[in-house]
């Protein structure tokens, strides 16, 4: 019966994923709305709740069916295990913050062994899952793990008063349900089951007093435990690594700097070793820190955990790009999958990207050097035209920069009285702070912004005036016309007078 339970849920599951796709979407839009009444959001939110428990239960009828069918392979690779559960934990921690659980964590030895991250990620989820579903409210759950042996040792404990000693047996059977525990445990436990079995591992489930249950999962963590075709293949990850960073030291000539702020310091720690041969890295512990060191270093990117002490994700990416200094700096926030309001928040405070946890360090390689390209792209736009266009800007307030930046250019550059200094008083900040960000925004020095203002200037005057080669240098703030002359053919390669010749 569970055998043809499951070839018919798993033949209509993919039909299903559309339909719900089209609940949902429509759903989000109504939600979005500020004139909703309270009744009309309860109402939708249930709607949306029960469609993403569908989906949910869609994609594990699918994967269990992949297992079914022989089509699931091992990928196991090395790596560092603590920093995935770590991820986990604090990925969860929001989740079970909402009925005020705490997770303890103990994780020891696992930053060096074998392992498929995607049947980890999925085995922890369910059971982190679970135990956060049934715990009461204001108690903690357990979570620990080990290496003993070269095993990994799993052990998650959680307080419930849904499940007693006679149906653990039934736990793990698929749609398994009883009256007390209404919900059902549906497939879930079902496919840590297997995903455990097809990694050569076990699962037990037990009572250790009155109103506790513990889950615990042994798997193997040595390469020797798996054949050479459940190796992932090293040299393609390996290619893609060489590859985005091929592709980042083109964009990095000279070191980008990142920010780094998160407050798990082996997560930060983690973090920096990914990107710390191609970038100067900064660290702050909290969003406070972060924000201090973001206006004072004015760095290239910073990637942010949402959930910190003293100033969170969110608050810090609104605290960037709120201050013209900083508004111009992108912002990946580090997420937990339940964390979706808090993404809305963020997209609205002018988030670049998110990534959730737990990541791949190659994704999120390649998603700041995407970010920082595009960065790149923009201050090459600034570098080749005269106008300064704010409709490139990312957010409100460094569109108003730029447009101050505009005004300030058109009523001075050329008043050969404007330098460096008489430009950071018209802009109203200081000169370490002006170079910072136009450097940031354009490439270049302020001097050379100044210089290169003036020639795209005197560009413009050469085609369509009459003047001589000295009054269009005067015109456009330069002191002598040997100097506009060299600085001219510095950048076009050529005089002005032969700049007039080609044209």
């Not at 079914?68 to 196991?76: A, E, N």
């Not at 913050?97 to 074998?114: A, G, P």
């Not at 969003?287 to 810090?316: C, R, T, V, Y």
């Not at 957010?395 to 008043?415: A, R």
Request: net charge negative; charged share 25%; proline share 2%.
């Amino acid at each position: 019966l569970d055998e043809f339970k499951t070839k018919l849920y798993t033949n209509i599951s993919h039909e299903f994923r559309t339909p719900l796709t089209l609940i949902s979407g429509p759903i989000d839009n109504q939600l979005a709305k500020t004139d909703l009444s309270k009744t009309d959001k309860k109402e939708l939110s249930l709607v949306k709740q029960n469609a993403d428990r569908l989906l949910h239960l869609v994609n594990q009828m699918l994967d269990l069916s992949m297992i079914d069918s022989g089509q699931t392979k091992l990928r196991v690779s090395r790596g560092d295990l603590s920093i995935l559960f770590k991820q986990l934990v604090s990925a969860f921690q929001y989740q079970a913050n909402q009925k005020n659980i705490t997770i303890k964590h103990q994780i020891f030895d696992l930053k060096d062994v074998w392992f498929d991250a995607d049947v980890i990620e999925k085995v922890s989820s369910n059971l982190l899952s679970n135990a956060i579903k049934y715990a009461p409210k204001n108690s903690e759950i357990i979570f620990d793990a080990l290496n003993l042996d070269g095993m990994l040792v799993l052990s998650i404990i959680n307080s419930s008063k849904l499940v007693g000693k006679e149906d653990l047996s039934k736990l793990f059977q698929r749609f398994y349900q009883d009256n007390e525990l209404s919900d059902g445990v549906g497939v879930g436990l079902a496919l840590v089951r297997d995903l455990v079995t097809l990694s050569k591992g076990t699962i037990i489930a037990n009572n250790i007093d009155a109103n506790r249950i513990q889950f615990n999962v042994s798997l193997p963590i040595n390469k020797d435990a798996f054949t050479a075709e459940e190796i992932y293949d090293r040299l393609k990850v390996e290619n893609l690594s060489l590859e985005t960073d091929e592709l980042i030291s083109e964009v990095n000539t000279n070191k980008s700097s990142l920010l780094i702020v998160e407050d798990e310091t082996d997560i930060r720690a983690f973090i920096v070793s990914i990107f710390s041969d191609n970038y100067d890295i900064l660290e702050a512990e909290n969003g406070k820190i972060g924000l201090e060191k973001a206006q004072e270093n004015l760095p290239d990117l910073i990637i942010s955990d949402i959930m910190m002490p003293e100033l969170d994700g969110i608050e810090l990416c609104h605290g960037i790009k709120t201050n013209e200094l900083t508004s111009h700096i992108p912002v990946i926030l580090l997420t937990a999958k339940v964390g979706e309001h808090h993404e809305i928040e963020g997209l609205k405070t002018g988030a670049d990207a998110y990534v959730t946890k737990p990541f791949s360090s190659e994704k999120l390689k390649i998603r700041v050097e995407k970010l920082i390209e595009n960065r790149i792209k923009l201050q090459k736009h600034f570098s080749n035209t005269l106008t300064i266009n704010p409709e490139l800007a990312i957010t409100s307030t460094e569109t108003e920069f730029l447009k101050k930046l505009q005004l300030v250019l058109d009523t001075h550059i050329s008043n050969s009285e404007f330098t460096s200094e008489t430009f950071c008083k018209y802009m109203q900040i200081s000169r370490t702070q002006l170079h910072r960000k136009l450097k940031a925004i354009t490439g270049m020095t302020t001097s050379e912004f100044i210089r290169s203002q003036r020639l795209k200037l005197a560009v413009q005057l050469l085609k369509s005036s009459d003047a001589t080669m000295a009054e269009i240098a005067y015109q456009v703030g330069f002191n002598s016309p040997s100097y506009f002359n060299k600085c001219f053919k510095e950048v076009y390669n050529c005089t002005p007078a032969e700049y007039i010749l080609k044209t």
